[in-house]
Nanobody, 117 residues
Framework: QVQLVESGGGLVQPGGSLRLSCVAS???????MAWYRQAPGNERELVAA???????SYADSVKGRFTISRDNAKNTLYLQMNSLKPEDTAVYYC????????????WGQGTQVTVSS
């Protein structure tokens, strides 16, 4: 089974930055990769996604502040988060979607991001 391991979360003040990483146990080159997040009491929501050829999409709430990227040679997905807000507080999950599917089939364990003043 493919394993995805997130890291880089932590506690930051509003306006601060974090860079999340997700290392996969196998190749990610042919997959859509994405970051989801889930805050207590909330539904899990899609934050950002990146296709195998580098096209990106973002939730409106993070557009202009977050940047998703990938390094296929390192089997690694990144999320650069700038200008963080308290409402960004959540557990952030790395996931993948196979070609021809509409769901994400493998998930990491999550990394906690807390933005607090």
């Amino acid at each position: 089974q493919v394993q995805l391991v997130e890291s880089g979360g932590g506690l930051v003040q509003p306006g601060g930055s974090l860079r999340l990483s997700c290392v996969a146990s196998g190749t990610i080159s042919t997959y859509v990769m994405a970051w989801y997040r889930q805050a207590p009491g909330n539904e899990r929501e899609l934050v950002a996604a990146i296709t195998s050829f580098g096209s990106t999409s973002y939730a409106d709430s993070v557009k202009g502040r977050f940047t998703i990227s990938r390094d296929n040679a390192k089997n690694t997905l990144y999320l650069q988060m700038n200008s963080l807000k308290p409402e960004d507080t959540a557990v952030y999950y790395c996931t993948r979607r196979q070609l021809g599917t509409r769901t994400y089939d493998y998930w990491g364990q999550g990394t906690q991001v807390t933005v607090s003043s």
